[in-house]
């Protein structure tokens, strides 16, 4: 296939940005998005041209890494999927495609395609994890007994890898799903109750603080989440936010 590839430039944060047209030649049907990136990179570096930055690590749709806006859709057409996991018999010879990183105030631009998603490490740090003594004698987790539907719902909702295309949907640029699905993934377990009203309002705290915008139940975040993380965690999450509320001491 040759393609026409329009793609986002920035050579750094403070750089206005620009997209770049780049033709494409000789792209079978059967790489990946990213190894079709590779290819071009490959020849940018042969002309002594700057390769193009962007996130990738696994390339088996689980870190999260592969961060890129396709055609207006996060990690591109195809549902379920990251953008490693898509393939180009997904486009036409001769297609244009254009190429940009998530758009969001709270995920600023490192260069190119690459953005800073340090925010969501951040509220993962304020509060998702459960404190469990792991020194000396660790409770096997398989003696404490879980209802089969609530560790379906908790494994669900523990599948969230953190990819940021339910911030990069959102309209508003929201950060709910993500976080919902860090607070049902505990709360649903007897392991995550000791600490799950601290756990609700310090991730919520830190969500606002870090600028993400509200959620306006639009539902784009769960029809392009690559994990079909479901909106049923920010009803959850809101209705633990609402108990800690009342309740905090």
């Not at 206005?16 to 990946?32: I, L």
């Not at 490192?110 to 020194?135: C, E, P, W, Y």
């Not at 660790?138 to 089969?148: C, F, H, Q, R, Y």
């Amino acid at each position: 296939m040759k393609l026409t590839l329009k793609i986002w430039r920035q050579s750094g944060p403070n750089d206005k940005g620009r997209m770049e047209t780049y033709p494409v030649n000789d792209v079978s049907e059967d790489m990946s998005f990213l190894e079709m990136l590779d290819v071009l990179n490959d020849d940018l570096v042969r002309q002594g041209k700057d390769p193009i930055a962007f996130d990738h690590d696994c390339r088996e749709g689980i870190c999260g890494s592969c961060s890129l806006f396709i055609n207006g859709e996060a990690h591109g057409p195809g549902r379920m999927i990251t953008t490693c996991q898509l393939h180009m018999r997904k486009f036409k010879d001769g297609d244009t495609i254009h190429v940009e990183p998530w758009r969001a105030g709270a995920f600023p631009v490192i260069k190119d395609l690459a953005v800073d998603r340090g925010a969501f490490d951040r509220i993962q740090a304020a509060g998702g994890f459960v404190s469990v003594n792991t020194s000396g004698n660790l409770v096997d987790g398989n003696a404490v007994p879980i209802p089969k539907d609530d560790a379906d719902k908790a494994f669900d909702a523990a599948t969230c890898i953190g990819c940021g295309a339910c911030v990069a949907t959102c309209v508003n640029s929201s950060a709910m799903l993500f976080v919902a699905a860090k607070v049902s993934q505990f709360a649903l377990l007897p392991q995550g109750r000791p600490e799950a009203e601290r756990r609700v309002l310090a991730m919520v705290e830190q969500m606002d603080k870090e600028g993400f915008g509200n959620c306006s139940n639009t539902g784009a975040c769960e029809v392009e989440c690559p994990k079909g993380i479901s909106l049923e965690h920010i009803a959850r999450m809101n209705r633990e936010y609402l108990v800690a509320s009342v309740t905090k001491e």
